[in-house]
């Protein structure tokens, strides 16, 4: 039996405001009144790599699995969040992971200076996952990984390794979570993608129970 005190959304929120990873598509909702007269609906406008989102093997090959062909467990169960605000690097490293004792199957989120500074705005130099970091993940076979930033992958990086090697194993990544005022330490995690077809990626509501 789990009894649960807290339930902390790490989502960011999906409005006019909301800051796209550019050259993604824009976000556009629009209200639009029954032809009764006596409802209201919205024609949402979204890429799957919007906000809070989760990134699926057809992310990176078109072959691979979409979303709604991912395992459930790999979306929701126990996780960590580990702290990495402190690194001076602008990547999150080898050395940096092994300093968290990682272990084996267990799905992990990222805070990182990303979240203390916000998604008000895009920020070119966000901290990101290295390609040894990833690497790494995969030899502990996490179920997931999840960062405070638009993409795992540096920005404008020729190395594509953090989102190759994670996804072509099935690991799922989670993006765009912010994480200012969750410490690190030990949680239950639901973030559920919608049950698209063959999709490479889908956003998502994502929270952490204490």
């Given at each position: 039996m789990?009894?649960f005190?807290?339930i902390?959304d790490?989502?960011l929120p999906?409005?006019?405001?909301?800051?796209?990873?550019?050259g993604?598509?824009?976000?556009?909702?629009?209200t639009?009144k029954?032809s009764s007269?006596?409802?209201?609906?919205?024609e949402?406008?979204i890429?799957?790599?919007?906000?809070t989102?989760?990134d699926?093997?057809r992310?990176?090959?078109?072959?691979?699995k979409?979303?709604?062909?991912?395992k459930?467990?790999?979306f929701?169960?126990?996780?960590?969040?580990l702290?990495?605000?402190?690194?001076?690097?602008e990547?999150?490293?080898l050395e940096?992971l092994?300093e968290?004792?990682?272990?084996t199957?267990?799905r992990?989120?990222f805070?990182?200076?990303?979240?203390?500074?916000?998604?008000?705005?895009f920020?070119?130099?966000?901290?990101y996952?290295?390609?040894?970091?990833?690497k790494?993940?995969v030899?502990?076979?996490v179920?997931?990984?999840g960062?405070?930033?638009?993409?795992?992958?540096?920005r404008g990086?020729?190395?594509?390794?953090?989102?190759?090697?994670?996804?072509?194993?099935?690991?799922?990544?989670?993006?765009?979570?912010?994480?200012k005022?969750?410490?690190?330490?030990?949680?239950f995690l639901i973030?559920l993608?919608?049950?698209?077809?063959?999709?490479d990626?889908s956003?998502?509501?994502?929270?952490?129970?204490?």
């Amino acid at each position: 039996m789990f009894i649960f005190t807290k339930i902390i959304d790490i989502s960011l929120p999906l409005d006019s405001k909301t800051v796209i990873y550019p050259g993604n598509p824009p976000l556009k909702i629009s209200t639009i009144k029954s032809s009764s007269g006596t409802s209201f609906h919205s024609e949402i406008t979204i890429g799957s790599h919007t906000a809070t989102h989760l990134d699926a093997p057809r992310h990176i090959d078109s072959k691979g699995k979409g979303v709604g062909e991912i395992k459930l467990d790999n979306f929701m169960g126990n996780c960590r969040v580990l702290d990495f605000t402190k690194i001076k690097s602008e990547g999150i490293r080898l050395e940096d992971l092994k300093e968290k004792k990682i272990r084996t199957g267990e799905r992990v989120l990222f805070k990182t200076k990303n979240s203390e500074r916000g998604f008000d705005k895009f920020y070119d130099d966000f901290v990101y996952l290295s390609g040894e970091g990833a690497k790494y993940l995969v030899t502990k076979k996490v179920k997931l990984v999840g960062i405070d930033a638009w993409s795992i992958k540096k920005r404008g990086g020729g190395d594509n390794t953090p989102h190759t090697v994670l996804l072509s194993k099935n690991i799922s990544i989670l993006e765009g979570i912010n994480l200012k005022d969750v410490p690190e330490g030990e949680y239950f995690l639901i973030a559920l993608p919608l049950k698209f077809t063959g999709l490479d990626g889908s956003p998502v509501r994502a929270v952490l129970l204490k």
